[in-house]
């Protein structure tokens, strides 16, 4: 597989939230509006480009019994740089996203992208697989958070567009739940189609 | 009272399913079931409450003592790992019964961020019941870890309950599956929208 296509498969076929429903606890709770779910998808980006690199570069050397603590250690090392360099550089988004970056820890996307490619491919084949989910993530968060925010308070990025508010349900826990099960239901649809 | 107050504050208020967001994976994983979402509400209680009340010790007698607070998410995410492993290998010498119930779910837990997420928010959050922001103490953050646990159970048992309910009607082809339980889920969380403002 060449590098681009490395690049371009996470966004659609193997999208990690909408095709393969991993990591949804940051999905649902940080995609209040466009900027916030766009912030942890980039933060997780940031995580995974670093450990699928990390990983696939010490790889070798990690006995295979030890492999999936040995991995943790390598993403909880890069979540604590993440932590301090946002509490230094962007106190207000990690204020927002508040417990979410620590939780990126335990996301499954990360394990699961170090477990299926990260350990047998090259350290620059993995910073692109890296960069291919990551950036297939950060869509897919930055469209569940301007759906909510579009509907739950009118506005875009935060430009505002009507008077007064909006469906405030989309901006509480049960919208989270709806707007990520209609976008499924599309997403499912389109791929369909496209498959015949 | 304020024990009385975390408790419905941490079972109903601030579930942490469907208001928090924190261990969606299993919810929507392992729910198809009631049996095994009942295991796994179990396995799930067991290990929150004492990773919560093991972190918390370490927190306050070894990573503040020593002024290390920022290796504070790998130390956790490594404690966690270490009794997980440990509690499977007790059970199985002194419980064979109880690890045949919840044995197949110990593994997945470790990556359940709902453990770290409560073992975290102990130690990082200031909580008000009533009174002053305070941190909790010990007492109150093993009834606060308990009582969150207990609100993952009766979420995750509602759920599975009506998932249940669900298999046997007929579904429009492309809400089969995950969207047609995310509705669902969706419909529980504006119930327990109800209880906002009960604390």
């Not at chain 1, 670093?50 to 696939?56: C, D, F, G, Y």
């Not at chain 1, 962007?90 to 990360?110: A, Q, W």
């Not at chain 1, 697989?129 to 739950?152: M, S, Y």
């Not at chain 1, 509480?172 to 976008?183: E, H, N, R, V």
């Amino acid at each position: 597989m060449g590098k681009i296509q490395l690049i371009t498969k996470g966004f659609v076929k193997e999208n990690p939230t909408f095709s393969l429903l991993l990591g949804m606890c940051p999905t649902l709770a940080t995609t209040t509006s466009a900027i916030n779910g766009m912030s942890m998808g980039l933060a997780t980006v940031f995580v995974l480009v670093l450990s699928n690199m990390a990983i696939s570069a010490t790889a070798p050397y990690i006995p295979d019994k030890v492999r999936i603590p040995a991995y943790i250690v390598i993403i909880a090392a890069f979540v604590t740089i993440l932590q301090l360099v946002m509490q230094a550089f962007t106190p207000d988004i990690y204020e927002t996203l508040g417990l979410f970056i620590p939780l990126i820890v335990v996301n499954c996307i990360v394990l699961g992208r170090a477990e299926a490619f990260a350990n047998k491919n090259s350290v620059v084949d993995s910073a692109c697989d890296g960069i291919g989910i990551g950036i297939g993530f950060t869509f897919a968060l930055t469209l569940l958070g301007l759906v909510r925010e579009i509907l739950g308070s009118g506005s875009a990025f935060g430009y505002k567009f009507i008077t007064g508010d909006g469906i405030l349900v989309f901006v509480l826990a049960p919208g989270a739940f709806m707007a990520l099960a209609y976008l499924i239901v599309l997403f499912k649809k389109v791929t369909a189609k496209k498959g015949e | 009272m304020e024990y009385i107050l975390i408790i419905i504050s941490a079972i109903f208020v601030n579930n942490i399913l469907l208001s928090q967001f924190m261990g969606i994976c299993p919810f929507l994983g392992v729910s198809n079931k009631l049996s095994t979402a009942v295991g796994m509400s179990g396995a799930v209680c067991f290990v929150i409450t004492l990773a919560t009340l093991v972190t918390y010790l370490f927190q306050y007698y070894v990573l503040v003592p020593l002024h290390i607070e920022f290796m504070q998410t790998i130390a956790f995410i490594l404690i966690i790992a270490a009794l997980v492993q440990m509690v499977e290998i007790v059970l199985k010498k002194v419980s064979p019964a109880l690890y045949q119930a919840l044995g197949i779910f110990l593994p997945l837990i470790t990556t359940n961020c709902a453990v770290l997420g409560v073992a975290l928010m102990v130690v990082t959050n200031e909580f008000s019941y009533g009174g002053e922001p305070h941190m909790l103490n010990l007492a109150e953050s093993i009834v606060f870890a308990f009582a969150t646990s207990l609100g993952f159970g009766l979420a995750m048992i509602l759920f599975a309950g009506l998932r249940e309910q669900i298999a046997l009607n007929k579904v429009p082809k492309p809400f089969q599956g995950i969207p047609i339980a995310l509705v669902t889920a969706s419909i529980l969380a504006m119930a327990f929208m109800g209880f906002s403002g009960l604390v």
